[in-house]
């Protein structure tokens, strides 16, 4: 996981600094190659790779910025390869985790009519013929959207679907329970994921899903934590309440 170190401050807004990992640029560097096909001049495909995180900083801030509407900590976001973590630390309730994990698809979810009507003005203005290039950005930016609003809501803990998982069986289940849940699921998507990677052949799944796997294992073995601090609490208890004469 990356963290602030091995980054370079980009900007701070509302106090929420984003940093950026150096991996980035190896990636960016790599994509921008195999995206300079798809447009006139290769500085179409920095364009794309530079909306692309664009997408994944605003998703970023949505949860940054829930998180800290309902009382919790966020001052960091840091993007790398693989997208962007929003360093959070929500109140341990809930109805305020599941609204500071929702936020991010939340946001992907209102770029998507402002990015139809974009390109529907973009179409409009025969866009499509005086400007090829900016056209094909806009579209592409348009399928990225929707396939990062997908991709996160899969119910694959750590995955945000994954984590409104839990935070919806956190209500009837409680905070132990509904930890093993999630993140069982997400090791078995994780493996999912994994045999779609060999099947595509694609190393970017790979690396995705290896790293969900070993991210969803910390939650498996969190839940077993907490389950053993119950039971250490609850044995306490029962010797407190053994009579003394
Ligand atoms: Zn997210």
């Keep these: 996981m990356p963290t602030q170190g091995g980054s370079i401050r980009l900007f701070r807004v509302a106090g929420i600094d984003v940093f950026l990992h150096w991996s980035w640029f190896l990636v960016a560097i790599y994509e921008v190659q195999i995206w300079r096909s798809m447009f006139s001049s290769p500085v179409w495909a920095v364009w794309l790779y530079l909306g692309l995180f ?67 003005i973009a179409f409009s203005a ?4 005086s400007n090829p290039d900016a056209y094909k950005l806009l579209g592409k930016l348009w399928w990225i959207n929707v396939g990062l609003l997908i991709f996160n809501i899969l119910p694959v803990y750590p995955l ?52 969900l796997l ?6 498996w073995r969190r839940a077993q934590f907490l389950k053993l601090e119950a039971a250490e609490a609850e044995a306490h208890l029962v010797q407190e309440k053994r009579p003394i004469f």
């Design 214 to 219: 070993s991210q969803a294992m910390v939650g």
């Design 126 to 129: 025969g866009m499509s013929y």
């Design 54 to 120: 664009a997408l994944v900083t605003m998703h970023e801030f949505g949860h940054a910025l829930a998180c800290r509407q309902v009382g919790g900590e966020a001052n960091q976001i840091v993007l790398w390869p693989l997208g962007g973590i929003a360093f959070v630390r929500p109140p341990q309730r809930a109805g305020a985790m599941l609204w500071s994990i929702a936020a991010g698809p939340l946001v992907n979810l209102l770029l998507l009519p402002i990015l139809s009507f974009a390109a529907h």
């Design 160 to 211: 945000d679907g994954g984590q409104i998982l839990r935070a919806l069986l956190w209500f009837p289940l409680g905070q132990i329970r509904s930890l093993f849940i999630a993140s069982g699921v997400g090791i078995a998507g994780a493996i999912g994921l994994g045999l779609i990677a060999l099947w595509w052949q694609s190393i970017w799944f790979g690396i995705l899903a290896f790293f």
